[in-house]
């Protein structure tokens, strides 16, 4: 038997699963907008998609090809696959037959068309290929910006950060 989901996120896990989105384990989704054909999307492992993200499996602009006489019930619509180990960005926007390989980085407010290949940084609109994955991700971790924080509380993590960044927290300000 299943185990009930435990909080705000099993539970919108659980109902995207439930809509037929498929998901792989380990996956952080931060967003519902999964179209109206949420069956044609499918994550890999350990996918983490930021809020304000939108996979679009339809393209509405078929509706100009429908003229009362000809392809009245025509639709254009597309599968939308992303590769395990991806990352993708606030805000993206994912059309019909997009295709993201495994280990890739989406840049906010990215849209996405087309296929983009294993290990790629992929950013803008229109998006392309800007970089490796594998050396973003290595630079990242030896920027002096890259801190071990996650594990701390709300409080002491912002003290943290603050004392990381030189500012003076509020109220000590004079």
Not at 55 to 79: C, M, P, S, Y
Not at 116 to 140: H, K
Not at 142 to 154: A, I, N, R
Request: glycine share 12%.
């Amino acid at each position: 038997m299943a185990e009930a989901p435990t909080d705000d996120h099993d539970l919108r896990l659980a109902r995207l699963r439930k809509r037929g989105v498929r998901i792989g384990e380990g996956c952080r989704i931060y967003t519902e907008e999964f179209s109206t054909e949420p069956f044609l999307v499918e994550l890999g492992r350990h996918v983490g998609v930021a809020g304000g993200t939108q996979f679009i499996t339809h393209d509405g602009a078929i509706w100009l090809a429908r003229d009362g006489e000809h392809h009245e019930n025509t639709q254009h619509v597309g599968r939308i696959v992303v590769g395990d180990n991806t990352f993708i960005g606030q805000s993206c926007i994912l059309l019909p037959g997009a295709r993201i390989g495994a280990n890739c980085v989406i840049g906010a407010g990215s849209v996405v068309r087309g296929h983009v290949p294993d290990n790629s940084v992929f950013a803008g609109n229109p998006g392309r290929v800007i970089g490796q994955a594998s050396l973003a991700i290595s630079r990242m971790l030896q920027s002096p910006d890259t801190v071990e924080s996650l594990q701390f509380p709300e409080e002491e993590r912002r003290a943290f950060l603050e004392k990381h960044f030189g500012l003076v927290p509020e109220g000590n300000q004079s």
